[in-house]
């Protein structure tokens, strides 16, 4: 096992957790400035208001995007084990 076949398998590992991170946290990112900017504006206080939109949202993409997730860690998988046997022979 050299550096470099690690530095690859650390690599393709984060790569893969930011493209699936990326968009259920902009999600929460983005509906929770929303929400702060409509809560500034009309001056409601309530915290249930910021917490069940961006839960139901973050959940909704999740959802939404598992196949894309799954086909995602899939190929990653793949690769992995090609690069393993690759190293093995």
Do not use: H, S, Y
């Not at 550096?3 to 983005?30: S, Y």
């Amino acid at each position: 096992m050299t550096t470099d076949f690690v530095l690859f398998i650390a690599r393709e590992a984060i790569v893969t957790v930011i493209l699936i991170l990326l968009p259920i946290l902009g999600t929460g990112l983005v509906l929770g400035l929303l929400v702060g900017i409509f809560q500034a504006t009309t001056q409601i206080n309530e915290m249930t208001l910021t917490f069940v939109p961006k839960i139901i949202a973050v959940f909704t993409v999740t959802f939404l995007l598992m196949p894309w997730f799954l086909d995602l860690l899939t190929g990653f998988t793949r690769e992995i084990f090609n690069q393993i046997i690759l190293v093995a022979q």
